[in-house]
């Protein structure tokens, strides 16, 4: 009996055994466990064959098999009534089996649901930063919207110099003044708005902790419009007082 | 006050609003912004869906994400596709078995997904948080603090969904689906083929 499986079918071990126990008809409350762990096994030969890498979930699903089928091949104890409420060795199998199968099917619905911008189609603007300034509600932004931010203008950032004498390092204090003086008489300040034209790799990531600091400090609060729209500083409302507190490297641990 | 807007009056305006709005319209911020009540507004949005539906247009008005949107009628993504020649995203198997198990059992963390689907989902999981179909809730409060995740509105707007209560029922299986077999075997079939030809010796 052959066993020509195209293996980039399966999604993974639980698929694999989906498949198997569909294939030959086996009842899934009653596994052959012989029969289904030497077809399994046949599999990972030909994958290894193949020489396709086997991932360890392969496996760890073929060891979990051979487990069960020792289970079996134990003998019954002798004081059956006290041992009858054994569950069988297949059963979490058997449970994780139909589980994956609900979610896999559930995906399947997934697919046929009409996709956006695949079978249906809603217009779309160009939304330039101050006509989204004037709509919606403002929301929090969360850590990871913001290192999406950072991440992107990082890969628009330039690759350090290789040949450069002489370098001015920013300090993250001082990124913090610097931000904090351009919100000083504002409302509000746009993300893009505390970056120079064109900021190298390092001002980006002094930016980004300058940023977080000032958050953690409370003295500027970070809201975007829609979520995944651009980011805007504001003044937290906390008052003065907080910025007062002398900001140096040595108090920020940096050095 | 305000000279209150009949129904006939306030259905173009409704219409107008939702025809200028990029993200689906919640019917919350029709009101705030024509200071009209919500039964009124309701009234003028359902009859809006009834209209566009029953006409022969290009275009429906759906509720999607908690909100209204007009969209095109999917018979003609074809068309619609030869202007915008834009390339929809295609979803592997292994996302959508991730993206479904994070739709249905949120709350849920990478190491259940991982249980569930049998093997490592961290990278579907990273694809999926930055096509921003699902985001990162907070952290359990167990041992090791795992990350929890959930969908966000764009999981909601991308399939055309209201809401998480309208996802599609989840199919309780006693018994395994015969439906697949036709497809595995098709795999099979196909898989025959390409080990004839292609093993050594």
């Known amino acids: 009996m052959g066993f020509d499986i195209h293996l980039e079918n399966f999604e993974g071990p639980l698929d694999l055994l989906l498949h198997l126990i569909r294939k030959n008809e086996m009842d899934i409350y009653d596994i052959p466990i012989a029969e289904i762990t030497a077809q399994y096994l046949a599999i990972l030969d030909a994958m290894q064959h193949l020489n396709l890498d086997v991932a360890g979930e392969f496996l760890l699903m073929a060891a979990t098999l051979l487990h069960i089928k020792s289970r079996l091949l134990l003998p019954v104890s002798e004081d059956e009534v006290v041992e009858e409420e054994e569950e069988d060795p297949r059963a979490e199998l058997v449970r994780r089996l139909l589980e994956y199968q609900k979610y896999k099917d559930a995906a399947g619905n997934l697919e046929h649901l009409p996709h956006l911008e695949r079978e249906v189609f809603a217009r779309k603007f160009p939304a330039p930063e101050l006509a989204e300034a004037e709509t919606g509600e403002l929301e929090a932004v969360g850590l990871f919207e913001l290192v999406e931010a950072f991440k992107a203008l990082l890969q628009q950032a330039p690759e350090p110099y290789v040949h450069q ?63 995944f729209g651009s980011i805007w500083l504001y003044p937290a409302v906390a008052g003065d007082d907080a910025a007062a507190t002398a900001v140096d490297e040595e108090n920020l641990g940096y050095l | 006050m305000r000279r209150t807007l009949d ?71 074809d068309w619609v596709l030869r202007l915008t020649k834009a390339r929809p995203v295609r979803f592997s198997q292994a996302a959508l078995e991730a993206l479904a198990i994070i739709a249905y059992r949120q709350p ?37 603090k795992p990350m929890i995740y959930g969908t966000t509105r764009e999981f909601l707007e991308f399939f055309g969904l209201r809401d998480l209560a309208s996802l599609p029922t989840l199919k309780e299986f006693s018994e395994l689906a015969p439906g697949e077999l036709a497809a595995g075997e098709a795999a099979l079939a196909e898989a025959g083929a390409e080990i004839d030809d292609g093993t050594p010796d």
Not at chain 1, 177 to 196: K, Q, V, W, Y
């Open chain 1, 165 to 227: 004498v002489e370098t001015e390092r920013l300090s993250v204090s001082d990124r913090i003044n610097a931000i904090l003086t351009l919100l000083g008489d504002r409302e509000s300040l746009a993300f893009m708005e505390i970056f120079s034209v064109r900021p190298d790799r390092h001002e980006v990531v002094v930016s980004f902790l300058a940023t977080l600091e000032l958050v953690k400090m409370r003295l500027v609060r970070l809201l975007q419009n829609a979520r």
């Open chain 2, 108 to 144: 849920v963390t990478r190491a259940e997904i991982d249980y569930l689907r049998g093997v490592d989902s961290g990278g579907v999981v990273k694809t999926l948080l930055e096509r921003h179909l699902i985001r990162i809730l907070g952290k359990k409060d167990v041992p090791g």
């Open chain 2, 7 to 77: 129904i006939s009056e306030l259905k173009p305006i409704v219409e107008s609003l939702l025809f200028v709005s990029d993200v689906p319209l919640r019917s919350e911020r029709i009101c705030d912004a024509l200071e009209v009540e919500r039964p009124l507004v309701m009234q003028a949005l359902g009859e809006l869906v009834g209209e566009y539906r029953d006409a022969h247009r290009g275009f429906v008005l759906e509720e999607v994400a908690e909100g209204y949107q007009f969209r095109t009628r999917p018979e003609y993504a």
